[in-house]
Protein backbone atom coordinates (compact mmCIF):
# COMPACT_ATOMS: atom_id res chain seq x y z
CA UNK A 1 0.00 0.00 0.00
CA UNK A 2 1.51 3.55 -1.19
CA UNK A 3 2.18 5.91 1.97
CA UNK A 4 1.29 8.65 2.13
CA UNK A 5 3.58 11.92 2.38
CA UNK A 6 1.83 14.39 4.63
CA UNK A 7 5.22 16.34 4.41
CA UNK A 8 4.10 17.10 0.81
CA UNK A 9 0.99 18.23 1.61
CA UNK A 10 1.83 19.74 4.76
CA UNK A 11 3.62 22.00 2.69
CA UNK A 12 1.44 22.98 0.42
CA UNK A 13 -1.19 24.14 3.06
CA UNK A 14 2.33 25.99 4.31
CA UNK A 15 2.37 27.88 0.62
CA UNK A 16 -0.64 29.35 0.91
CA UNK A 17 0.10 31.23 3.27
CA UNK A 18 0.51 35.14 2.28
CA UNK A 19 4.10 35.20 0.91
CA UNK A 20 3.86 39.26 1.24
CA UNK A 21 3.87 39.00 5.38
CA UNK A 22 7.77 39.74 5.01
CA UNK A 23 6.72 43.19 4.54
CA UNK A 24 4.56 44.21 7.10
CA UNK A 25 5.30 44.24 10.54
CA UNK A 26 5.54 42.01 13.73
CA UNK A 27 1.91 40.50 14.00
CA UNK A 28 -0.18 41.73 17.10
CA UNK A 29 -3.41 39.24 17.11
CA UNK A 30 -3.07 36.26 18.95
CA UNK A 31 -1.43 32.91 17.22
CA UNK A 32 -3.98 29.43 16.82
CA UNK A 33 -1.30 27.02 15.93
CA UNK A 34 2.37 26.61 15.02
CA UNK A 35 3.36 23.77 13.02
CA UNK A 36 6.36 21.86 12.18
CA UNK A 37 7.24 19.19 10.13
CA UNK A 38 10.45 17.64 8.87
CA UNK A 39 10.78 14.19 7.04
CA UNK A 40 9.93 12.36 3.74
CA UNK A 41 13.04 11.72 1.45
CA UNK A 42 14.17 7.94 0.92
CA UNK A 43 14.17 7.32 4.61
CA UNK A 44 10.63 5.26 5.97
CA UNK A 45 11.03 6.60 9.54
CA UNK A 46 12.63 9.94 8.92
CA UNK A 47 9.84 12.29 10.30
CA UNK A 48 8.74 14.53 13.14
CA UNK A 49 6.38 16.63 13.60
CA UNK A 50 5.16 19.05 15.96
CA UNK A 51 2.09 21.05 16.19
CA UNK A 52 0.73 23.91 19.34
CA UNK A 53 -2.87 24.18 18.88
CA UNK A 54 -4.96 26.63 20.87
CA UNK A 55 -8.61 24.63 20.64
CA UNK A 56 -12.30 26.07 20.72
CA UNK A 57 -12.50 25.40 24.31
CA UNK A 58 -9.43 28.46 24.88
CA UNK A 59 -6.84 25.02 25.87
CA UNK A 60 -4.23 24.81 24.71
CA UNK A 61 -2.52 21.24 22.94
CA UNK A 62 0.84 19.99 22.21
CA UNK A 63 1.26 17.62 19.83
CA UNK A 64 4.76 15.61 18.97
CA UNK A 65 5.61 12.72 17.01
CA UNK A 66 8.98 11.49 15.86
CA UNK A 67 10.26 9.94 19.12
CA UNK A 68 10.21 6.43 17.39
CA UNK A 69 8.36 5.05 14.06
CA UNK A 70 4.69 6.80 13.39
CA UNK A 71 4.67 7.48 17.48
CA UNK A 72 2.26 10.04 18.36
CA UNK A 73 1.47 11.88 21.55
CA UNK A 74 -1.20 14.73 22.91
CA UNK A 75 -1.67 16.39 25.81
CA UNK A 76 -2.57 19.81 27.09
CA UNK A 77 -0.04 22.18 28.13
CA UNK A 78 0.04 25.47 30.39
CA UNK A 79 -0.42 29.66 27.93
CA UNK A 80 3.76 29.92 29.45
CA UNK A 81 3.97 27.45 26.74
CA UNK A 82 2.71 29.72 23.69
CA UNK A 83 3.90 33.28 25.85
CA UNK A 84 7.20 31.36 25.26
CA UNK A 85 7.09 30.17 21.80
CA UNK A 86 5.58 33.56 21.25
CA UNK A 87 9.17 35.49 22.74
CA UNK A 88 11.05 33.01 20.45
CA UNK A 89 8.98 33.92 17.34
CA UNK A 90 9.56 38.05 18.01
CA UNK A 91 13.52 37.27 19.21
CA UNK A 92 14.31 35.68 16.19
CA UNK A 93 11.98 37.79 13.59
CA UNK A 94 10.58 34.46 12.35
CA UNK A 95 7.31 36.70 11.06
CA UNK A 96 10.00 37.44 8.27
CA UNK A 97 9.98 34.99 6.68
CA UNK A 98 8.96 34.75 2.83
CA UNK A 99 7.63 31.52 2.59
CA UNK A 100 8.96 28.69 0.23
CA UNK A 101 12.47 28.89 -0.34
CA UNK A 102 13.57 27.04 -3.77
CA UNK A 103 16.62 25.12 -3.29
CA UNK A 104 19.75 26.78 -5.79
CA UNK A 105 20.46 23.02 -6.59
CA UNK A 106 18.04 20.07 -7.52
CA UNK A 107 18.42 17.31 -5.47
CA UNK A 108 16.49 13.66 -5.42
CA UNK A 109 13.75 13.06 -2.93
CA UNK A 110 15.11 15.20 -0.47
CA UNK A 111 13.20 15.37 2.98
CA UNK A 112 11.09 18.32 3.44
CA UNK A 113 10.84 20.58 5.88
CA UNK A 114 7.95 23.32 6.64
CA UNK A 115 7.56 25.51 9.76
CA UNK A 116 3.90 28.00 10.32
CA UNK A 117 2.10 30.03 12.55
CA UNK A 118 -1.76 31.03 11.88
CA UNK A 119 -3.18 33.64 14.17
CA UNK A 120 -6.77 34.81 14.84
CA UNK A 121 -6.00 37.77 11.80
CA UNK A 122 -5.57 35.03 8.62
CA UNK A 123 -3.28 37.96 7.34
CA UNK A 124 -0.76 38.30 9.74
CA UNK A 125 0.09 34.18 9.39
CA UNK A 126 3.40 33.17 8.05
CA UNK A 127 5.37 30.15 6.60
CA UNK A 128 8.81 28.59 5.87
CA UNK A 129 9.49 25.71 3.77
CA UNK A 130 11.83 24.62 1.05
CA UNK A 131 15.36 25.69 1.53
CA UNK A 132 14.68 27.69 4.55
CA UNK A 133 17.52 30.46 5.73
CA UNK A 134 20.02 29.72 8.73
CA UNK A 135 18.68 32.98 9.61
CA UNK A 136 15.22 31.52 10.29
CA UNK A 137 16.21 27.86 11.02
CA UNK A 138 17.97 29.08 14.11
CA UNK A 139 14.85 30.41 15.64
CA UNK A 140 12.68 27.41 14.34
CA UNK A 141 14.94 24.83 16.07
CA UNK A 142 14.88 26.89 19.49
CA UNK A 143 10.97 26.48 19.25
CA UNK A 144 11.24 23.02 18.03
CA UNK A 145 13.74 21.70 20.80
CA UNK A 146 11.88 23.37 23.07
CA UNK A 147 8.72 21.90 22.65
CA UNK A 148 9.85 18.64 22.07
CA UNK A 149 11.18 18.89 25.73
CA UNK A 150 7.85 19.01 26.81
CA UNK A 151 7.56 15.45 26.35
CA UNK A 152 9.08 13.90 29.46
CA UNK A 153 8.50 10.80 29.79
CA UNK A 154 5.05 10.27 28.19
CA UNK A 155 5.19 7.47 25.25
CA UNK A 156 1.86 6.65 23.16
CA UNK A 157 -0.14 3.93 23.26
CA UNK A 158 1.32 0.92 20.96
CA UNK A 159 4.66 2.53 21.09
CA UNK A 160 7.53 0.38 20.79
CA UNK A 161 11.44 0.94 19.35
CA UNK A 162 12.41 -1.19 16.64
CA UNK A 163 15.96 -1.84 16.86
CA UNK A 164 18.69 -3.58 14.55
CA UNK A 165 20.29 -6.67 16.36
CA UNK A 166 22.67 -8.96 15.06
CA UNK A 167 21.69 -13.01 14.98
CA UNK A 168 22.90 -13.31 19.33
CA UNK A 169 19.65 -11.72 19.85
CA UNK A 170 18.10 -15.47 18.65
CA UNK A 171 20.78 -17.51 20.92
CA UNK A 172 18.76 -17.71 24.03
CA UNK A 173 16.33 -19.37 25.77
CA UNK A 174 13.68 -17.55 24.74
CA UNK A 175 10.87 -18.99 22.76
CA UNK A 176 9.45 -16.87 19.34
CA UNK A 177 5.77 -17.82 18.28
CA UNK A 178 4.03 -16.52 15.51
CA UNK A 179 0.50 -18.39 16.88
CA UNK A 180 0.77 -22.20 16.34
CA UNK A 181 4.52 -22.72 15.37
CA UNK A 182 7.02 -22.19 17.93
CA UNK A 183 10.74 -21.26 17.23
CA UNK A 184 13.57 -22.16 19.47
CA UNK A 185 16.72 -21.12 18.10
CA UNK A 186 20.06 -23.00 18.16
CA UNK A 187 23.15 -22.45 17.51
CA UNK A 188 22.46 -20.59 14.13
CA UNK A 189 20.40 -18.03 15.01
CA UNK A 190 17.95 -16.40 13.07
CA UNK A 191 19.38 -17.93 9.69
CA UNK A 192 17.69 -21.11 11.18
CA UNK A 193 14.59 -19.22 11.53
CA UNK A 194 15.00 -18.01 7.13
CA UNK A 195 16.10 -21.74 5.91
CA UNK A 196 12.37 -23.07 8.11
CA UNK A 197 10.35 -19.96 6.43
CA UNK A 198 11.83 -20.80 2.98
CA UNK A 199 11.17 -24.30 3.51
CA UNK A 200 7.19 -24.18 4.26
CA UNK A 201 6.83 -21.88 1.47
CA UNK A 202 8.32 -23.54 -0.75
CA UNK A 203 10.92 -21.93 -2.01
CA UNK A 204 14.91 -22.18 -2.07
CA UNK A 205 16.80 -20.42 0.36
CA UNK A 206 18.78 -16.77 -0.22
CA UNK A 207 19.65 -15.39 3.22
CA UNK A 208 20.57 -11.85 0.83
CA UNK A 209 16.18 -11.79 0.79
CA UNK A 210 15.65 -11.34 3.83
CA UNK A 211 15.52 -8.71 6.45
CA UNK A 212 14.45 -8.22 10.34
CA UNK A 213 13.88 -6.05 12.74
CA UNK A 214 13.36 -6.38 17.10
CA UNK A 215 10.32 -4.30 18.03
CA UNK A 216 10.25 -3.83 21.79
CA UNK A 217 7.97 -1.74 24.28
CA UNK A 218 4.55 -1.81 25.37
CA UNK A 219 5.45 -5.62 27.47
CA UNK A 220 5.91 -6.54 23.72
CA UNK A 221 9.47 -8.18 22.20
CA UNK A 222 8.63 -9.19 18.69
CA UNK A 223 10.62 -10.07 16.27
CA UNK A 224 9.22 -8.73 12.68
CA UNK A 225 11.17 -10.63 9.39
CA UNK A 226 10.42 -9.42 5.87
CA UNK A 227 10.80 -10.99 2.62
CA UNK A 228 10.38 -7.86 0.20
CA UNK A 229 10.93 -10.41 -3.32
CA UNK A 230 8.44 -12.58 -1.55
CA UNK A 231 6.08 -10.28 -0.40
CA UNK A 232 6.10 -12.01 3.08
CA UNK A 233 6.44 -10.47 6.06
CA UNK A 234 5.78 -12.09 9.39
CA UNK A 235 5.61 -11.89 13.26
CA UNK A 236 6.97 -13.56 16.12
CA UNK A 237 6.18 -12.76 19.64
CA UNK A 238 8.31 -13.81 22.26
CA UNK A 239 6.30 -15.98 24.50
CA UNK A 240 8.29 -15.31 27.97
CA UNK A 241 7.21 -11.60 27.21
CA UNK A 242 4.91 -10.00 30.09
CA UNK A 243 1.45 -8.90 28.42
CA UNK A 244 2.80 -10.01 24.80
CA UNK A 245 -0.29 -8.75 23.20
CA UNK A 246 -1.96 -5.77 25.58
CA UNK A 247 -0.61 -2.23 24.84
CA UNK A 248 -2.99 -0.58 27.24
CA UNK A 249 -5.84 2.26 26.57
CA UNK A 250 -9.30 1.65 25.97
CA UNK A 251 -10.46 -1.58 23.60
CA UNK A 252 -10.70 -0.05 19.96
CA UNK A 253 -13.86 0.67 18.07
CA UNK A 254 -15.21 -2.25 15.32
CA UNK A 255 -15.43 -5.75 14.48
CA UNK A 256 -11.80 -6.22 14.67
CA UNK A 257 -10.26 -3.97 17.17
CA UNK A 258 -7.07 -6.45 17.52
CA UNK A 259 -6.01 -4.42 14.45
CA UNK A 260 -4.69 -1.43 16.31
CA UNK A 261 -3.89 -2.82 18.99
CA UNK A 262 -1.89 -5.50 19.10
CA UNK A 263 0.58 -7.29 16.32
CA UNK A 264 -0.85 -9.31 14.01
CA UNK A 265 0.72 -12.54 12.30
CA UNK A 266 0.41 -14.85 9.56
CA UNK A 267 -1.15 -17.75 11.07
CA UNK A 268 -3.67 -15.57 12.70
CA UNK A 269 -4.25 -14.03 9.26
CA UNK A 270 -4.86 -17.26 7.66
CA UNK A 271 -7.78 -18.07 9.32
CA UNK A 272 -9.89 -15.34 7.87
CA UNK A 273 -11.25 -14.75 4.74
CA UNK A 274 -10.00 -11.98 2.31
CA UNK A 275 -12.97 -10.15 2.77
CA UNK A 276 -12.41 -9.81 6.36
CA UNK A 277 -8.33 -9.16 6.35
CA UNK A 278 -9.62 -6.16 4.06
CA UNK A 279 -12.80 -5.16 6.05
CA UNK A 280 -10.13 -4.74 9.44
CA UNK A 281 -7.42 -2.96 7.43
CA UNK A 282 -10.06 -0.13 6.09
CA UNK A 283 -11.03 -0.26 10.05
CA UNK A 284 -7.55 0.59 10.99
CA UNK A 285 -7.87 3.30 8.18
CA UNK A 286 -11.40 4.89 9.59
CA UNK A 287 -10.03 4.81 12.96
CA UNK A 288 -7.16 7.11 11.65
CA UNK A 289 -9.86 9.21 10.09
CA UNK A 290 -8.98 8.32 6.04
CA UNK A 291 -11.93 8.38 3.73
CA UNK A 292 -12.59 6.22 1.06
CA UNK A 293 -12.60 6.42 -2.59
CA UNK A 294 -15.10 3.37 -2.43
CA UNK A 295 -18.71 4.40 -1.82
CA UNK A 296 -19.82 1.46 -0.11
CA UNK A 297 -17.01 1.53 2.42
CA UNK A 298 -17.66 5.16 2.68
CA UNK A 299 -21.13 4.59 3.35
CA UNK A 300 -20.52 1.38 5.72
CA UNK A 301 -18.22 3.53 8.15
CA UNK A 302 -20.12 6.95 7.72
CA UNK A 303 -22.93 4.48 9.79
CA UNK A 304 -20.26 3.90 12.54
CA UNK A 305 -20.64 5.94 15.20
CA UNK A 306 -17.33 5.97 16.70
CA UNK A 307 -16.18 7.30 12.88
CA UNK A 308 -15.09 10.62 12.12
CA UNK A 309 -13.30 11.44 9.07
CA UNK A 310 -10.22 13.71 8.99
CA UNK A 311 -9.67 16.95 7.33
CA UNK A 312 -8.51 16.72 3.77
CA UNK A 313 -9.48 13.01 3.95
CA UNK A 314 -5.42 12.56 4.89
CA UNK A 315 -5.70 10.55 7.83
CA UNK A 316 -4.29 11.09 11.20
CA UNK A 317 -0.69 9.67 12.41
CA UNK A 318 -1.02 5.77 12.99
CA UNK A 319 0.52 3.89 15.60
CA UNK A 320 3.63 1.75 15.52
CA UNK A 321 1.45 -0.92 15.99
CA UNK A 322 -1.45 -0.01 13.37
CA UNK A 323 1.61 0.78 10.57
CA UNK A 324 3.22 -2.87 11.27
CA UNK A 325 -0.27 -3.90 11.06
CA UNK A 326 -1.13 -2.33 7.71
CA UNK A 327 2.39 -3.71 6.19
CA UNK A 328 1.71 -7.21 7.56
CA UNK A 329 -1.85 -7.69 6.15
CA UNK A 330 -0.53 -5.99 2.54
CA UNK A 331 2.32 -8.85 2.50
CA UNK A 332 -0.15 -10.92 3.72
CA UNK A 333 -2.77 -10.33 0.83
CA UNK A 334 0.01 -10.21 -1.95
CA UNK A 335 1.32 -13.50 -0.86
CA UNK A 336 -2.49 -14.84 -0.70
CA UNK A 337 -3.56 -13.65 -4.20
CA UNK A 338 -0.04 -15.05 -5.88
CA UNK A 339 -0.51 -18.43 -4.61
CA UNK A 340 -4.25 -18.55 -5.11
CA UNK A 341 -3.76 -17.77 -8.77
CA UNK A 342 -1.83 -21.36 -9.01
Known amino acids: ?66 DCPNEKISFEVADTVMTRCK ?7 LWKSKGYYKSPIRVLDAPTKSFSVRYTNFDDSFSASGDIPSSLNKGINAIVAYLNSLRGDRKAIGHFDRKWKDDDILRSKAEWSNGEFKFIPGEEGISELYRYLSKTMGVEYNRNNWNFCLAEGVGIRALIITNDL ?39 LSKMSEQDIIMMENEILARNGVSFRDSTTQNYFNAQPWYQPA ?6 DMSDIEEQNMQTISYYISWYRKNKKK
Open 1 to 66: MARINLCIVFAAIAAAFNPLKAFAGEPTSEIREISYRIGGGMSRYDQAYIQLTREKDNKLTLTLMG
Open 87 to 93: QLISEHK
Open 230 to 268: LSYSDVFVDTKSANRTSTGGTVPPGRWPKGSRSLLTRNE
Open 311 to 316: EYSIGR
